[in-house]
């Protein structure tokens, strides 16, 4: 029998890698200031064109937050991969694999990790 199965992918910290994962929250941070940015601008505009000002700031305020919750914990992670050490193997992501099994197969051996270092896979567990 065939199975979807989850796969974790994950990667060996190295300096190139780290520096991507820098360069990827430096950009999310970016991202996430302009929307900042654009919900105040917006919220002004509304505010101007509308008599129901606590709604719309409200609204508007909620937004905001959000953006800056997000930015809080990408801040975060940033701070705390300058802390980790080069050889750490972080969690990058799951993918789907196809897993033949057959009655008596042991569940735990199914499951299974991949490990990439620099783009490459070193390992399969």
Do not use: C
């Amino acid at each position: 029998m065939k199975i979807l199965q989850p796969i974790t992918v994950k990667q060996v910290l190295t300096e190139q890698t780290k520096k991507t994962i820098a360069d990827k929250y430096h950009q999310e941070i970016r991202q996430l200031e302009k929307e900042i940015q654009q919900l105040k601008f917006e919220e002004k505009k509304q505010l101007k064109n509308h008599s129901s000002h606590t709604k719309i700031q409200q609204d508007f305020r909620k937004e905001v937050t959000n953006r800056l919750d997000k930015l809080k914990t990408i801040e975060f992670q940033l701070a705390q991969l300058h802390i980790l050490p080069l050889g750490t193997e972080m969690k990058d992501q799951d993918v789907l694999s196809i897993v033949d099994i057959q009655i008596g197969d042991n569940w735990e051996q199914a499951k299974k990790s991949i490990i990439v270092k620099d783009g490459v896979i070193i390992d399969i567990r």
